[in-house]
């Protein structure tokens, strides 16, 4: 039986920079918002919190949900639900983690998120999100990208 695993992430903006982290997968890389997997028991923001920290050396306070959506792999193999939370700095060194496939982590000018391979793809939405515009809609829907 397959499952849908719950992705947490925070977007968390200072001036006018996002804090991601670049995944590599194979001979590929690519950007995500700072998050992870969601453990039995644990709420969605807990979930944030720790896995900001774990992939960044950041201590973040989890804020209000800014944004949902999934990623379903056409064949089926692989579907995720992804919560965005916004986030503030509390303290920490910004750092990689110590997962495998981090390959970096960095404060990203808003102005450079087009050109990314950003997964999933919302780039457009956090940077409405920086500049105090709300999206139109909390769920952004189906988001897949190769």
């Known amino acids: 039986m397959s499952r849908i695993r719950v992705r947490a992430a925070v977007l968390l903006l200072q001036e006018e920079t996002v804090l991601l982290v670049r995944h590599r997968k194979g001979s590929q890389t690519y950007w ?62 910004l750092k990689v983690g110590s997962e495998e496939r981090l390959a970096e982590v960095r404060f990203v000018p808003l102005a450079d998120l087009p050109g990314l391979d950003f997964h999933p793809p919302m780039a457009e939405v956090v940077c409405d999100l920086a500049r105090g515009r709300a999206p139109d809609r909390l769920y952004l829907g189906r988001l897949w990208k190769a």
Do not use: C, N
Request: proline share 5%; glycine share 14%; hydrophobic share 40%.
């Open 32 to 93: 995500l918002l700072p998050g992870g997997g969601v453990d039995f028991g644990e709420t969605a923001p807990e979930a944030a919190r720790r896995e900001a920290a774990e992939e960044t050396g950041l201590e973040v306070e989890v804020g209000d949900l800014a944004l949902a959506s999934e990623t379903i792999a056409p064949d089926g193999s692989r579907h995720v639900l992804h919560l965005v939370f916004m986030a503030s700095l509390r303290g920490g060194s």
